[in-house]
Structures are given as C-alpha cells and as structure tokens.
C-alpha cells in the first residue's frame, strides 16, 4: 500500500516522527515522506493512504511549512473525496487554550474538502514524560489495523 507521510514542522520534531513511522509500517508499505510545503493537496490520490503529523505553532495555528498546503486547502478547495487520511498532532498542554489546535484544524480543513479520516485524532503532549514515538507508533498500529479491517470487509 502507498501511504504519504506528510509533516508540518517549526522544529523538525514532526519529520524525525514521520521517519520513525515509516521504520515502524516496515517494507510492506510504500511510503512517501514530504513536507506539507511540498504538497499539493488536489495531487492526493485516493489509491493512497495519508498519515499526517503537524505540531501547533503561536495561537493554534499551523506551523510555516504547513501554510502552503493550508492555502491551496482553503484556496483552491479541491475535491477529495476518496482520499483516506490519519493525523496526529504534536503539542505542548502548557499552552492549554491552544492545545494541538494545529491537528485539529488540518482535519478539520481536509474533511471540509470531502476526504474521511480514519480513526481518532492521535496527540502528544511536550509536557508529559513519553517521547513522541511512545505515543504514535502504537496509535499508527491502531490505525494500519483498521485499514486492513475496512479492506478486508
């Protein structure tokens, strides 16, 4: 299966979590890390699966790499239906009012524009003791499993 790993980052901590999941899906996956300034969201294809993974920057919003993919999303509104994505957001709970909001958003934009997310939202929080993969690399399991399950149905 191809499945585009796409990262929105101020810090590169949302790439260094794209890498670690790609080592986690292994060999039986095809999989395509970029940075979301690099894509472009009427490219998508619906044969693919997407894992996005994007950190919160200032007020809630998406960090810069992810603003051009945001505007083309906002802008151009292309069509996704038959696209199938995951996110997963990274954040720091110290900045409670703003809490992963940058996660949040993208799904929210994403499924404005017709594409389905598969599962829940997966989030870290800086603050706490568990390092990023602690958290992902399970939840990533949780939402493999379940593709192979709506496949298989």
């Known amino acids: 299966m191809k499945v585009g790993i ?6 590169g901590n949302s790439e260094i979590l794209c890498e670690d999941i790609e080592t986690e899906l292994g060999a039986g996956f095809d999989c395509d890390i970029q940075s979301l300034a690099d894509v472009d969201p009427s490219a998508l294809e619906p044969e ?9 920057y200032g007020n809630g ?6 603003l051009p993919f945001e505007e083309a999303l906002t802008g151009g509104k292309p069509d996704l239906k038959g696209i199938r994505f995951a ?5 720091d709970q110290v900045f409670a009012e703003t809490f992963n909001h940058g996660s949040e958003k993208l799904a929210a934009m994403l499924v404005a524009q017709g594409a389905t997310q598969v599962g829940e939202r997966g ?5 706490s ?9 399970p939840w990533v399991q949780g939402i ?5 399950a709506d496949k298989a149905a």
Do not use: K, N, R
């Open 6 to 11: 796409y990262y929105g980052s101020e810090t």
């Open 87 to 91: 996110i997963f957001g990274l954040g």
């Open 61 to 66: 919003d998406l960090p810069s790499t992810a």
């Open 48 to 56: 693919a699966f997407y894992l996005f993974v994007t950190s919160t």
């Open 129 to 137: 003791f568990e390092m990023p993969e602690d958290i992902a690399l």
């Open 144 to 148: 493999m499993a379940q593709m192979a």
């Open 123 to 127: 989030i870290h929080d800086a603050s």
